[in-house]
DNA sequence: CATTTTTGTTTAGTATAATGAACAAAGGTA
DNA sequence: TACCTTTGTTCATTATACTAAACAAAAATG
């Protein structure tokens, strides 16, 4: 999501070049930002163009978001949801069991669940937003995974990723129950 | 990781914008930037702030890497890896077979894990790079996870969730094997 | 110690980002 | 048609990002 403050670069460029052990001069070169221009970022005495950080990041050979969105200093976490506090979504007419494992409000971009199938379960989803990504463990069972054109059938210990933006489904083609672990990966830029 | 090409935010931000059926005027209020100046980023006429961008993206309610980066279209994925071709790591010693579900190439942030402790097995890990996050989600048997000075003990269906940027461990404290579904979600910045 | 080298800051000049206002072009309504 | 409203572009001016060169302050070398 969008952060609260306008980015302060400085802060920023000087930890990763330190980091690195550069100093302005190679940074300079390596990068074509001058020298001057590197000082004047770094004290936060200019207000830099995206043009002039991306060469920057380019020289410093990491992501530009690196440059523009790294607070620095983060919170630290430590949750523990206990399994009978793990809210399960009960779909019986499609056999289907969902345990949300990850609390929405968790992380910003990710969420994972434990997927009960009964024999014959199916779970049809609609496209998510472009770039979403899931992943499959088979923990048991054997089930049918469709995703746009590709389809596949697994059993217990496969493991399956592909992007979801299209219809999918999975579903259940043994004689027993199919448990399978999933994890969502939004994209943020989508999130709103 | 870094792009090839200086960002082009014109064609970024006049597909969210029109995604958002803002109009140049209204976005100019909402993000404090003129419509002239709205106008000559999205035809590419102007190099503009970082202070410029941020405040448009804060208008227009996105993280700021989306009107950067945002490239728009991408590769679809639908990869199967079959139990007996996933890489397996067995850490005897300590009692610990580690099942290597997502190939390191795959996504540049996440990694995935199966992990069967055997009764007493433990792991050890050094800390990771700041932000980098673990989210365990406990299959059976009964273990303790320490990160830090937390400290829990968990059965099956438990599902925690924490960072691990210091020292931490899992260590299986039951009587029978203990398998753990393991997700490691890595800071880009982090990764070079 | 004096002297050179290395690293970061400040200054002066130029290129250009950003703005408000004028302008243009396309609907909408009578 | 004429007339207004809405949306985007262009113009003239101001503010400032960016550079090269000069400067300062250490650190290294003799």
Redesign the pocket.
């Known amino acids: 999501m969008s952060q609260r403050r306008p980015p302060r670069v400085g802060n920023n460029l000087q930890r990763l070049?330190?980091e690195k052990g550069?100093?302005?001069?190679?940074?300079?070169q390596l990068s074509?930002?001058?020298?001057?221009?590197?000082?004047?970022?770094?004290?936060d005495?200019?207000?830099?163009?995206?043009?002039?950080?991306w060469?920057i990041a380019q020289g410093l050979a990491v992501d530009i978001g690196t440059l523009l969105g790294g607070s620095g200093d983060h919170p630290r976490r430590f949750t523990v949801t206990r399994s009978d506090r793990i809210n399960t979504l009960d779909m019986d007419e499609e056999g289907v069991h969902i345990k949300t494992l990850s609390p929405l409000d968790m992380v910003e971009d990710l969420e994972m669940y434990l997927c009960t199938f009964t024999p014959g379960g199916n779970l049809n989803s609609s496209p998510h937003f472009p770039k979403t990504e899931e992943f499959l463990t088979v923990l048991s069972g054997k089930i049918r995974v469709t995703a746009g054109d590709n389809i596949t059938e697994c059993e217990a210990g496969d493991f399956i990723a592909y992007h979801c933006d299209l219809p999918h489904s999975i579903a259940n083609i043994g004689d027993s129950d199919a448990v399978v672990h999933m994890v969502v990966r939004f994209n943020k830029r989508n999130l709103l």
């Open positions: 070049r330190k550069l100093t302005m001069d190679v940074l300079a074509g930002v001058s020298k001057a221009m590197l000082s004047q970022i770094e004290s005495k200019v207000n830099p163009t995206v043009a002039t950080v060469k």
